[in-house]
């Protein structure tokens, strides 16, 4: 009697399903969807960026680089030597930053505020002293207004950045932040060619001042060789030549 392949073939397919159970398969398929879950779930890792913090009265401004808000409080309390619970608003409006989300809308060079418990954002105070002639009416229309405001992101850089705003009739902004990383090194390329060139022009007067002292010392030397040659007989000329320059 033949036997029928059909319950092998069960046999063989119940095995393989056992086998796919097993503590070890189970171990490795959660772990590799737990990672691709971490991987999903972080998104690309957050950029740092430089921003200005001052303290509530604007005596103090540090250079701070931050990747997130968390990250930002932390600096700004080690920066300003701060204690207790604090807040960072916008220094321009009072803008407070509460959010990630809000934060990470920020533009790179924004000047904040760091306040603790029980102080209020103010506006800044313009210093210097308005003399006119006339009454000066009360509401104002700024036509144009440009700041300059020169800052390190790290205590060691040699310049810093510049940052640039220009604000026409109060409404329309412009802003240029020019980072100064590289002047270090420009600035040590420059000195090193400077110091070239030095070497270079104090071998060429070296050089010059010592044939100079060749040239001052030769004629007390050959007194004695040009003297002689003054005094050698002149040479005849032909009587022909003589005769054409007589007529």
Known sequence: MSLNPIPCSLMDY??????????QSL???????????????????????????????????KGIMAES?????????????????????????????????FFQTLEEGMVLLALTEGQVWRPAKKAGYQLSLSSKPRRRIDVACITFDLYKTKPQDFFGS?????????????????QCYGAKR???????????????????????????????????????EILPSLCRPSIALP?????????
């Open 69 to 101: 808000l968390n990250d930002l409080l932390e600096k700004v309390r080690t920066a300003l030597d701060l204690v207790g619970s604090i807040s960072v608003v916008l220094d321009e409006d009072g803008t407070s930053i509460e959010s990630e989300a």
């Open 27 to 61: 171990s490795r398929c959660v772990s590799a969807s737990a990672s691709a879950t971490q991987q999903l779930l972080s998104g690309p890792a957050a950029r740092s960026r430089p921003y200005r913090v001052s303290n509530c009265e604007r005596t103090l401004r």
């Open 162 to 178: 510049l940052n640039v705003k220009a604000t026409l009739y109060g409404t329309y902004s412009m802003s240029y932040d020019m």
């Open 14 to 23: 119940a095995k393989k399903y056992l086998d796919l159970l097993s503590p």
């Open 186 to 224: 420009m600035m040590k390329e420059a000195l090193r060619w400077t110091l070239f060139t030095m070497q270079a022009t104090g071998h060429v007067l070296l050089g010059t001042s010592c044939y100079m002292q060749q040239l001052l010392d030769t004629p007390e030397e050959q007194k004695e």
């Open 239 to 247: 009587s022909s030549l003589t005769r054409r320059m007589l007529q």
